[in-house]
């Protein structure tokens, strides 16, 4: 299996000159996710976790509802690349094969190959977790947490990551990768392989919210999205219409909330 960091040789240009280097960057592998002998898409990413990236992806992305529809799986490395083999069980075997996707994702689309306006803007579940609560100053540092949890990031400086907040512990999962949704999709399948349940907590990103993250976040049936970043407006009207709270440019100890702001719990200072 490919290491997800590689050592390359450079010249680092500075004011007193020119200097030889050698930096950790991260690896890309092609990904391919292949259903019943079918290949149903593929996704360059970080050659980490692909066990939870292509169980997380398949879940995100409607092929299978839960892992109990997967009868086995396994990952089988290739010159080109490696493929996530899935073997379905009858029902689901049998809706596949009325499902047509072929998708060649560069890092970071999550949109690719879709053939339809449809397909990009699918119907997506209301999310629960009506009683889900979370403090005001653990939303504020939310990203500061998850920047401890981010090995691949500290030696590359080149990967995002997707964290699991649960009220009162913090970040207890984390997963990285070169592209934001992949980093999501592995942590989804991570949680889904470990029986954590999304409706208990909040998901911490690193990048920006597009509405595929939303998506992602919708399938999930995760009720909080938390980013450093900033959403898109049309990923916003997603989440107030999939009954999300988006939580965004959160950093130094604030943030802007946009969307079903009643799961947060702010006092008289916030988060002073």
Request: hydrophobic share 45%; net charge neutral; charged share 20%.
């Amino acid at each position: 299996m490919p290491h997800p960091l590689r050592s390359m040789p450079g010249m680092a240009v500075r004011q007193d000159g020119r200097h030889t280097i050698a930096r950790a960057l991260p690896e890309e592998t092609p990904v391919a996710i292949v259903m019943d002998g079918s290949t149903q898409a593929v996704m360059m990413t970080t050659p980490a976790d692909l066990e939870d990236f292509a169980k997380g992806f398949a879940l995100t992305e409607g092929f299978i509802a839960s892992l109990d529809e997967v009868e086995s799986f396994e990952i089988v490395e290739h010159g080109a690349g490696i493929e996530a083999r899935f073997w379905l069980q009858g029902d689901r075997a049998a809706a596949l094969k009325t499902r047509r996707r072929a998708m060649l994702g560069p890092v970071g689309c999550g949109l690719c190959g879709i053939d339809s306006l449809e397909q990009a803007l699918r119907p997506l579940p209301q999310v629960g977790g009506a009683g889900l609560r979370l403090d005001v100053r653990d939303v504020a540092s939310a990203t500061d947490e998850l920047r401890k949890f981010q090995p691949l990031h500290d030696q590359t400086r080149a990967v995002h990551a997707a964290g699991f907040l649960r009220p009162g512990a913090g970040i207890g999962l984390v997963r990285e990768d070169v592209g934001r949704h992949n980093a999501l999709d592995k942590l989804i399948g991570a949680m889904a392989r470990d029986g954590l349940n999304a409706r208990g907590g909040a998901f911490v990103l690193t990048s920006r919210v597009s509405v595929e993250m939303v998506q992602k976040c919708a399938m999930a049936g995760c009720p909080v999205l938390i980013a450093a970043s900033a959403p898109t407006a049309r990923a916003l009207r997603l989440a107030q219409e999939a009954g999300i709270t988006l939580a965004a440019f959160v950093r130094a100890g604030g943030f802007d909330l946009y969307s079903h702001p009643h799961r947060i719990q702010t006092g008289a200072s916030d988060v002073a």
